[in-house]
């Protein structure tokens, strides 16, 4: 969908769409309608390469996880942390979570809790480690969700972030930013890795590893990681 004719005409009709209905309600059910469409391709919504992100791909031992306090922004139905089965605390965080519990049969041992990133329901300095994969550019606000990460994480807490990089906002993309989005982020972190691929597949892309091309101009997606850390 993603190529230069997809885009422009998928970011077409999210503006059409946003401007006859309601934004966030129509979101949210395209949301659900997405995943609803992958269950019934996929049959099961597997969660086995979310490990091989969190761990091997940040280069982060899996025991460091062992009695640690997670939370995963914009979680999705697969279970993104059933995998941390020594965490003391894995929560994913979602608008829809409740809708997800319905979907994935409430057989995860993870906590769904039902909220948004911006007003994350935890109180200062709770968890050790807080991800936001694929979901950044999904917020509706995103100073609140960056300063609401930076509120629940303890000090020396880690950020884990992957996100598309784009500069048009979309239907379940409202919040569309370029690579100067780390320079946001190391006004409240402190950045330890920052990598920038090609490409449009996010996971697909980061496992291929071909650097971005700045020195190209050409408008189009790319996928952004970062490894930070709470000042």
């Known amino acids: 969908m993603r190529n230069s004719f997809g885009l422009k005409t998928y970011t077409f009709f999210s503006n059409l769409l946003h401007f006859f209905f309601n934004k966030e309600k129509f979101k949210l059910w395209f949301e659900l309608f997405y995943w609803k469409m992958k269950k019934w391709k996929e049959k099961e919504l597997t969660n086995f390469h979310y490990r091989e992100f969190f761990v091997d791909y940040f280069e982060i031992s899996e025991n460091f996880y062992a009695s640690k306090k997670i939370l995963d922004i914009g979680c999705g139905p697969r279970g993104s942390l059933e995998w941390a089965k020594n965490a003391s605390q894995r929560v994913g965080l979602d608008p829809l979570a409740n809708k997800y519990l319905a979907l994935n049969k409430g057989k995860h041992q993870m906590a769904y809790i039902q909220g948004a990133s911006e007003a994350i329901p935890f109180e200062n300095e709770h ?8 979901s950044l550019d999904h917020v509706e606000n995103l100073d609140k969700t960056l300063s609401e990460i930076h509120r629940c994480l303890k000090m020396g807490g880690l950020f884990l972030l992957i996100t598309d990089i784009h500069t048009k906002p979309t ?3 409202p919040s569309a930013f370029g690579w100067e989005i780390s320079e946001k982020i190391k006004t409240l972190f402190e ?5 920038h691929y090609e490409g449009n597949k996010l996971y697909k892309s980061i496992r291929k590893a071909i650097p971005f091309d700045h020195q190209n101009h050409k408008k189009r997606y790319g996928v952004l990681t970062i490894l930070a850390k709470k000042k």
């Open 171 to 173: 239907l379940t993309e």
């Open 127 to 134: 968890f050790d480690v807080v991800s936001s994969f694929n």
């Open 191 to 195: 950045i330890e890795s920052e990598k």
